[in-house]
């Protein structure tokens, strides 16, 4: 009897279920690669990435010259390119370090950046033409002859840049990093405001330089009409007056064949006003020294400058025989006169001039000091000799 074939196996087509938990699966899968797309920086699907940010320490550090900025900020119109590339450094150097502040990774810096470079033309085209406003309406004053240049303009720049640092970093942010309700999530022990982060601890300081710089530019190209001005304005400097007061007695006799037959009796007194100073016009020189940060005045060594003396004959008693002349009055007070400067000289009147010197020069250029930047002093010496701090530079 023949052997049957066993019969072939049953052949049961694919149900309903096994498809719908593929597709579920299948689903399930491009569910976690869209978001895997979406949250990676960068990619065609990328969005706003939720981050919990850990705040940490960070010093700024900038990569713009100050003395090239001035010149740009000086003549914007014809360094057009040059200020779009200032107002990119500048916020780009400022966006680093919030990033740093904030904790971001290296690949939500990068997009940051990215984000920003889309962002530079509009942000630019504002800065500009509110610098350029600002700038045209204030001509008037800073075409002065010490406040022009640097200072002012630096001024309009910080200005402007204010009205716009915040708008630009949260604008730039709030696409890269998610937030909740409008909030982004932090932690650190000193969280802070990206906003004030990057005013306080970037733009201020950054401006703060470049003011520096504007200051000893300005004092530079001002210095030899300020010179000139001193000299011409005081010349002389006048700063210790003595007045002092002496008398001299005289007799006169005359004599016949060698005996007294008259007498006359001379009593002059004088009072003095010598006045002891500088003659600026002769010499004055005014330095800038920017390596050891002060500013260096160099004056003549002090020197009477006028001596009046205001004599007064007290008693005047005439022999029958005797004549007075005018010559023996001027011999009186020529000898007074004398004996006035001999007293002046020989007492510390000089070492005073130079304090009361000193003195002067601190209050007149002091504010000169103070405006070019923190940590400049005045030293005020004399030709031939070492200059000297003054003290209210130190303050």
């Known amino acids: ?48 990435a939720e981050y919990e940010l850990q705040y940490r320490p960070a010093d700024f550090s900038y990569n713009i010259d100050p003395e090239t900025a001035l010149a740009i900020l000086q003549n ?30 290296d690949s939500l810096q990068r997009a940051v950046l990215q984000e920003y470079d889309l962002q530079h033309p509009q942000l630019t085209e504002l800065y500009y033409q509110d610098f350029m406003r600002l700038r045209d309406t204030s001509a008037a004053v800073y075409e002065t002859w010490y406040d022009e240049g640097g200072q002012k303009v630096t001024e309009i720049f910080e200005e402007v840049a204010s009205n716009y640092t915040c708008f630009m970093l949260n604008k730039v942010l709030a696409a890269v ?11 650190g022990a000193d969280v802070q405001n990206p906003c004030s982060i990057a005013m306080g601890e970037a733009l201020r300081p950054l401006v703060a330089r470049m ?11 001002s210095k030899g009409l300020f010179q000139e001005k001193v000299e011409t304005v005081i010349g002389e400097l006048a700063t210790i007056e003595i007045r002092d007061k002496k008398g001299i007695s005289k007799n006169l006799q005359t004599t016949v064949w ?54 007064k004959v007290e008693k005047l008693d005439i022999g029958w025989l005797r004549e007075v002349k005018g010559v023996n009055i001027d011999e009186g007070v020529n000898a007074l006169r004398e004996s006035f ?20 020069m601190d209050t007149m250029f002091g504010p000169l000091v103070g405006n070019i930047g923190p940590g400049y002093r005045l030293v005020v010496g004399f030709r031939g ?11």
């Open 1 to 48: 009897m023949a052997q049957q074939s066993p019969p072939p196996p049953f052949k049961q087509g694919i149900g309903t279920a096994q498809i719908l938990i593929v597709v579920a699966i299948l689903g399930i899968l491009g569910v976690l690669g869209y978001r895997a797309l979406r949250n990676t920086p960068g990619s065609f699907l990328a969005g706003p």
């Open 76 to 105: 914007p119109r014809r360094y057009r390119r040059e200020f779009d590339e200032l107002v990119h450094d500048i916020n780009t150097d400022i966006l680093g370090h919030v990033g740093n502040r904030m904790g971001l990774n």
């Open 177 to 187: 990093i998610r937030t909740r309700n409008g909030n982004i999530l932090a932690k």
């Open 211 to 221: 003011r520096e710089r504007a200051a000893i530019e300005d004092f530079s190209r």
């Open 258 to 311: 060698g005996m007294n037959v008259s007498e006359t009796d001379v009593e002059i007194t004088a009072l003095s006003i010598l006045k002891v100073g500088f003659r600026l016009n002769e010499y004055f020189d005014l330095q800038l020294d920017e390596q050891n940060k002060t500013i260096n005045i160099t004056l003549p060594e002090p020197e009477i400058l006028s001596h009046e003396v205001l004599p």
């Open 341 to 360: 400067r001999e007293d002046a000289l020989e007492s510390d009147v000089m070492d005073r001039a130079k304090t009361q010197a000193q003195q002067l």
């Open 385 to 395: 000799a070492p200059g000297r701090v003054t003290q209210g530079a130190l303050g």
